[in-house]
């Protein structure tokens, strides 16, 4: 694969501890301005008319992906995705493997917004300076903690995670970067007092922080989706179209339905993450289907562009 020549490294991890407690953030940010491999976020036009990218969780691909990065990437954007989010692996990549496979991404007109982490990626120190860099190079804008870490219980528990996910809305801030959370259907749980771990994460985290919406385990919880939606205005920046019905594995339900064969209400979600969310791009996200995970990943698309005709 071809290096792009006009690549430049991001600040590096050791710049990034050193400068972090000393410059101030509007220096950083210049610095960041200048990264080649910055991406600009989905463009801003007037909701009416708006195109909303679409793209896909890699994870529904995981065993591809896994087996051949470059040719899983060619078949995605061949059937038609235009984004993509890495799930949790991608920390592990070096900086050099991780710019060639942004320069595959260019080279096949697809971006990648959003990647998902574990704690370490939220950790002040070496973890996060890489995380930083890995996001830099991808064109990421927003650095999504895939679940919360082992250990997290009780009100007192999601709030220090607030905490911790809050001070780093302010550190990534600066490289062009935020934080934000994937809910998982544990989250639309009570905590004692009666107050929902998603409802304790909202209200404990800045605007800036994304609530990233994965819509089948809302679904899956009983949960109002409409009505999450309206609560959290313009923080709703990137949803998870993965569709939930009731029923078992033998059957091929649950997760196990492909998008717009369960029982979400689409239309009404899409109407107010568009509305009144924010949302910026949407991913497809499959666990496993009676397909393949290639063919799973073309018809969630073809019915998602079907729905959207429809429109």
């Known amino acids: ?14 710049n990034f501890l050193a400068l972090s407690g000393t410059v101030p953030a509007m220096i950083l940010a210049q610095s960041n301005r200048n990264n080649a491999f910055a991406a600009a976020p989905p463009t801003e036009t007037p909701k009416e008319g708006r195109k909303y990218p679409i ?12 087996r051949d990065l470059p040719n899983t990437l060619k078949t995605v954007a061949k059937i038609g995705y235009e984004v993509v989010e890495f799930y949790a ?11 060639d496979v942004r320069s595959q991404l260019d080279d096949l007109g697809v971006r990648c917004y959003s990647t998902h982490n574990h704690i370490e990626s939220f950790t002040p120190g070496d973890t996060m300076a890489k995380a930083i860099e890995l996001n830099q190079i991808l064109g990421a ?10 250990g997290t219980k009780g009100l007192e528990g999601w709030k220090k995670l607030c905490e911790q996910l809050t001070a780093a809305v302010h550190q990534l801030k600066p490289h062009g970067l935020t934080a934000g959370f994937h809910n998982h259907q544990t989250e639309w749980a009570p905590l004692d007092g009666g107050q929902r771990i998603m409802d304790v994460i909202a209200a404990n985290t800045p605007k800036e922080f994304v609530l990233q919406f994965d819509v089948g385990t809302c679904i ?4 109002d989706p409409v009505a ?49 969310g924010g949302v910026e791009f949407y991913l497809l996200e499959q666990e496993g289907s009676r397909f393949s995970e290639i063919e799973t990943a073309r018809r969630c698309l073809d019915a998602w562009k079907t729905m959207r005709a429809k429109a």
């Open 228 to 276: 999450w939606i309206k609560a959290n205005p313009g923080r709703v920046k990137s949803v998870h179209l993965k569709d939930w019905a009731p029923g078992n594995r033998a059957e091929e339900k649950g997760y196990r339905v492909l998008f717009a064969e369960g029982v979400t209400p689409w239309k009404e979600i899409i109407a107010a993450v568009e509305s009144v």
């Open 89 to 99: 692996p991608y920390f592990n990549w070096s900086l050099p493997y991780a710019k």
């Open 141 to 150: 804008r927003q650095v999504v903690l895939s679940s919360a870490p082992n």
């Open 1 to 14: 694969m071809a290096k792009n020549k006009n690549i430049v490294d991001p600040i590096s991890r050791r």
């Open 55 to 66: 793209g896909l969780e890699l994870y529904s691909v995981r065993t591809e992906l896994m």
């Open 220 to 223: 899956e919880a009983g949960a």
